[in-house]
């Protein structure tokens, strides 16, 4: 008896390090967030390789997802993400759910953070340097849908955060605001007319997720000069290239 019962601590003993050695901590900037407000992710993956891969889930507090990302495991199973609470989201608990395969098994992790009705001082100025995707937001029918999330990403964690991108915003916002508010009305009106900006928008914004890999002044400049010049040339290149070819056919 005495036999069996030491048996059964000494499996439990063994056992108890392997449970605690695989997990997923997450910690935030803050616990409380308001409108406009730039998270900061930093967790860790315990048991997790330099390469593996950990997913988050956002949820807000009626449960719907408004944002996954699969995020690449640093040194020590260590991760971090940013994301931007929703000016226009509801006030709340938000859940960021960390999911991680290890062993073959999904190791799952849930941090609760909760959202105010007020309005930060970050969004009141990001609102000012940054405004809206108007044309974006209409095209995909919400400020919370990933294309629209992603352009603020870049916007307030790439663009605003450097010398040469704040520059840029400013210059680009007075364009950009001097037509976008009539197109997005536009789309609003005319179905047939949004999904036409649709298929025109796509290709531009996929080529603008390279932006996400920008983190220097320099990078910066770089991936965003060569962005600019792949969009001239597939929306004013190209076209003239087949114009020409026509013309000269006739």
Do not use: H, W
């Amino acid at each position: 008896m005495k036999s069996a019962l030491f048996l059964i601590l000494l499996l439990g003993i063994s056992v108890i390090p392997i449970s605690f050695a695989e997990s997923i901590t997450i910690q935030t900037n803050k616990e409380q967030f308001s409108s406009g407000d730039i998270v900061s992710i930093d967790g860790q993956v315990s048991g997790g390789n330099t390469g593996d891969f950990v997913a988050l889930e956002i949820k807000n507090p009626s449960g719907e997802t408004i944002l996954i990302r699969t995020v690449t495991l640093g040194d020590g199973g260590s991760f971090d993400l940013k994301f931007k609470i929703p000016e226009s989201g509801e006030s709340g608990s938000y859940d960021i759910v960390a999911n991680a395969q290890l062993g073959g098994q999904t190791i799952t992790e849930t941090k609760t953070i909760s959202k105010t009705n007020t309005q930060s001082t970050s969004s009141n100025t990001s609102s000012k340097e940054g405004g809206g995707c108007l044309i974006a937001t209409a095209t995909y029918g919400s400020e919370l849908s990933p294309q629209v999330q992603m352009l603020r990403e870049i916007r307030d964690n790439q663009l605003m955060n450097t010398e040469s991108g704040t520059a840029f915003m400013g210059a680009f916002n007075e364009l950009y605001y001097s037509f976008s508010p009539t197109i997005a009305d536009m789309e609003r009106e005319n179905p047939m007319f949004k999904e036409i900006v649709k298929v025109g928008l796509t290709p531009m914004i996929s080529s603008l997720s390279l932006m996400e890999n920008a983190e220097s002044e320099s990078e910066v400049l770089s991936i965003g000069i060569s962005l600019i010049l792949l969009n001239l040339g597939m929306y004013l290149g190209v076209p003239a290239v087949v114009i020409v070819g026509i013309r000269k056919r006739f």
